[in-house]
């Protein structure tokens, strides 16, 4: 009896943390949610309305200009990482390479640095380099900071391969190609696509590193929502993040959908 007691103690402390949990994770968007609603600037609630909804869709050119270039930088950056990473993943996988190890290592360590550390380097390499702050450099630096984590979930994948099936394809005379277009690949299409929304995921809510590499005439979302910021908080941008907000929630149930056949 006493035992069940315990149990139903230690369920309800379970449960009791989870609601706080959310509660804490949760509260501050919901709050923003709703005074997205509010016909007052203010924090002050004076009613429901939409009008900020149509000043964002119908009013705000520059948001949108910014919004177009975040879009633009996120859908190349992620692109041309998700090729690089994944032909990188393989090589180093399927060959023997020497220093595999310490490669392998050399790869992730960009997931453990500091933001502002990244953004810092590669300001001092642009600088170096006579390369002229944009677009461009948004782009170079966001193509480099996905690299890792598309790596990460490619060789995840591809050390839960089957190695029979690649070796039966070669006593069957298949050339090097044939295996990695026919086997290795089409095994690895949903691990392909949840590094692309992964990265797609990060570009677009990066503000650290972009802050360091933007020139003039760069400015990318996340740069622009801070400048509005610094002259108070517009209803636009709870409006904004709403979007961002739903955006950002089908985005991680696509990655889910596909990521899921990671562990299997």
Not at 16 to 31: E, N, Q, R
Not at 80 to 103: D, N, Q
Not at 217 to 236: C, D, E, H, K, N
Request: aromatic letters at 16%; glycine letters at 6%; charged letters at 15%.
């Amino acid at each position: 009896m006493s035992k069940r007691i315990d149990l139903t103690k230690r369920g309800l402390y379970s449960t009791g943390m989870f609601l706080v949990t959310i509660i804490f994770f949760y509260a501050p968007l919901l709050l923003l949610t709703i005074f997205s609603f509010n016909e007052s600037k203010t924090m002050v609630w004076k009613g429901f309305s939409l009008k900020w909804y149509e000043t964002f869709i119908y009013s705000s050119p520059q948001l949108w200009l910014a919004f177009e270039k975040s879009l633009l930088i996120a859908l190349s950056s992620a692109f041309v990482s998700t090729i690089i990473g994944t032909l990188g993943a393989i090589g180093l996988y399927r060959y023997s390479i020497k220093f595999k190890k310490p490669i392998e290592l050399i790869t992730l360590i960009p997931l453990l640095l500091p933001e502002i550390i990244m953004g810092v380097s590669l300001l001092i390499f642009f600088a170096g380099t006579g390369v002229k702050l944009g677009l461009f450099t948004i782009f170079l630096a966001h193509t480099t900071f996905c690299l890792p984590f598309v790596f990460l979930i490619m060789m995840s994948r591809l050390e839960e391969f089957d190695q029979s099936i690649i070796e039966a394809a070669y006593d069957l005379g298949a050339m090097e190609t044939d295996v990695l277009f026919k086997i290795i690949l089409p095994m690895s299409v949903p691990a392909i696509i949840a590094s692309y929304l992964i990265s797609m995921t990060l570009s677009l809510e990066d503000f650290v590193i972009t802050f360091f590499v933007a020139g003039p005439g760069a400015t990318t979302l996340p740069l622009y929502i801070y400048s509005m910021i610094r002259f108070g908080v517009s209803p636009v941008i709870n409006v904004l993040s709403v979007f961002i907000i739903v955006a950002s929630v089908l985005l991680t149930l696509l990655t889910l959908r596909f990521s899921k056949y990671l562990f299997k």
